[in-house]
Nanobody, 122 residues
Framework: QLQACGGGLVQAGGSLRLSCAASGRTWVNYAVGWFRQTPGKEREFVAAINWSGGSTYYADSVKGRFTISRNNAKNTVLLQMNSLKPEDTAVYYC?????????????????WGQGTLVTVSS
């Protein structure tokens, strides 16, 4: 299972750190991605990290502001979000992909956590 947490209300320009904790199996070989969704819109890619942490991928909209990292010893993936904007407001989901490479495509992710709400006020 994946558990995402760390969402909340923050003012524009502020920061939040989301955490995705894995349990129930060995997740070391899995890539992890973060996605977000707002009402009426499709879920969109935010960031991904491969199994080793050696490769990271970002959506253009968050590049330079968000940083994804992982601690395999703790089965945890973090998403540090800085310089937040109102348009970053969404429910954020983490997901795991057993292929381990990391991808922006939702279809490769087999396991999904529940979402955590991020609200950025202007």
């Amino acid at each position: 299972q994946l558990q995402a947490c760390g969402g909340g209300l923050v003012q524009a320009g502020g920061s939040l750190r989301l955490s995705c904790a894995a349990s129930g199996r060995t997740w070391v070989n899995y890539a992890v991605g973060w996605f977000r969704q707002t009402p009426g819109k499709e879920r969109e890619f935010v960031a991904a990290i491969n199994w080793s942490g050696g490769s990271t991928y970002y959506a253009d909209s968050v590049k330079g502001r968000f940083t994804i990292s992982r601690n395999n010893a703790k089965n945890t993936v973090l998403l540090q979000m800085n310089s937040l904007k109102p348009e970053d407001t969404a429910v954020y989901y983490c997901a795991a992909d057993r292929l381990g490479r990391g991808s922006s495509s939702l279809s490769v992710y087999e396991f999904w956590g529940q979402g955590t709400l991020v609200t950025v006020s202007s």
